[in-house]
């Protein structure tokens, strides 16, 4: 698991508590229902306005992952990927099929048993390299739905602002309640940009992120995998491997 979409939420919303204190003022000024419900509900539903419902069920799936999401360690998997192509070579293609019954991976298992099976090298980098890209694109509608709501939630807060605004407009004759309703008003801009910066974006820019590296992570199986079945040497292929990995992501002593 990695943490940092719940560690950097957690520590931009405890600074924006720490100001408030800081500044004298109240948590309870900010957190009003009804600028609330509207920027954030209403967010959404705009947010399902502009796509598909199978679109908002895909991104509300997609939470968990953002925040449990899991990096893979190129190092291990170029290592299991040695491991396996001298088991090819030592005991023969037909060895991995047993090997795959022990993969965890649904995609690298899928992989050794097609090889297993004699499927052709050209028609598996096919198979394997059309379910990268639905697994690319499934992520990317996810970001692409959360990333949305970060741009409509400052101007439905804007919205919330104008209508309070039009409702302190018809109270001018009781100047002594002015200043507490302006201060509501405000509240409904306040939370468009909270929840865009706070919340939306960093969830849409971590489920890209995330996309990106189980893309990398998938593309560097299939190669690993192809390489094996065409009988590729174990030491060639490590180093072929790592190269197709960026130095830092790479313990020192193999970088």
Known sequence: M?????????????????????????????????????????????????????????????????????VARAHELIDNLVALAETARREGLLSLEKEADTVEDPFLRGAL??????????????????EIETRAKAGRTAA?????????APTVGIIGTVVSLTH???NLSSPDTLGPMIATAFV?????????????????????????LEVERMTLLMEGVLAVQSGSQPRLLGERLRAMVPANELPADAA
């Not at 609330?36 to 908002?56: E, Y």
């Open 188 to 212: 409904a801009t306040l939370w468009g940009l909270l929840s865009a910066n706070f919340m939306w974006l960093p969830l849409g820019a971590r489920l890209r992120r995330l996309s990106d």
């Open 113 to 130: 048993q097609n090889i297993a099976d004699g499927t052709d090298g050209d028609e598996l980098r096919i198979l394997l390299e059309d």
């Open 2 to 70: 990695d943490p940092a979409t719940l560690i950097g939420i957690l520590v931009a919303f405890g600074a924006l508590f720490a100001m408030i204190t800081m500044e004298g003022a109240h948590v309870t000024a900010i957190l009003l229902p009804a600028p609330m419900i509207l920027v954030l509900v209403g967010t959404i539903a705009v947010g399902v306005a502009g796509g598909t419902l199978r679109d908002f069920i895909t991104a509300v799936k997609a939470i968990p992952h953002a925040f449990r999401g899991k």
């Open 144 to 152: 692409k739905f959360y990333s949305s709501l970060g741009g409509y």
């Open 168 to 170: 302190v407009l018809e």
